[in-house]
């Protein structure tokens, strides 16, 4: 990829946006950083799409996704953009939704793996665990768990929820990391697990 200057200037300047911000600034607020008029911004922006440096969902969306194997001066861009996979409670759980909510772009070298999906926590059950309400846990695809990790489960094949997984003779006991909630036992047959969680993603919205 053979960039002229003030392309890869806006290019590390997306790049550090993605990974601070976790989405694309405007096209107002990068002008604005970057000194340079609205119009520039858009053109630079058109320009880096031609050469193959970043994608966008449509001619006038915010959401864009550095390609990979493109370089920059900061070397291979190691980030990427997982899907939020509706919502999940981390307290009463709540109906599992199927629809995607959006994504967010993290760094690969932090959540490596193949096929990660984030949920978006609602609740406080787990917050001694340091997952609070409104967060996203980063979660890796999985059919099993081992005593203590942290997990995505659907309960009945409905519900979905966040807890930490307890493999008993003949059930299996989900606990919260919260001393106002109580561990629930369920049998085998009623639980599934969807994923291990690997990091959470704080939100300061919540």
Known sequence: MDLTKKQQQLFDYLQQQLEDEGRAPSLRQAA????????????????????????????????IRILPRQSSRRGESRFREL?????????????????????????????????????R??????????ILNGDLVVCE??????????VAVLIQGEEATVKRFFLGDDYIELR???????????????????GRVMGVIRSYDS
């Not at 695809?141 to 942290?150: D, F, L, S």
């Open 32 to 63: 604005e950083d970057l000194g340079v008029s609205h119009n520039a911004v858009a053109q630079l922006i058109t320009q880096l799409e031609r050469k193959g440096a970043i994608e966008r969902e449509g001619r006038y969306s915010r959401s």
């Open 83 to 119: 899907p939020v996979v509706g919502r999940i409670t981390a307290g009463l759980p709540m109906y599992a939704q199927q629809e995607w909510d959006g994504s967010v772009v993290v760094d690969g070298t932090l959540f490596p793996g193949n096929n990660l999906f984030c949920l």
């Open 121 to 130: 926590i609602q609740g406080n059950s787990m917050q001694d665990a340091g």
């Open 141 to 150: 695809p999985r059919q099993y768990a081992e005593n203590g990790e942290i």
């Open 176 to 194: 919260p990391e919260n001393r106002t909630f109580s561990p629930v036992r369920y049998p085998f047959s009623d639980i599934l697990v969807q």
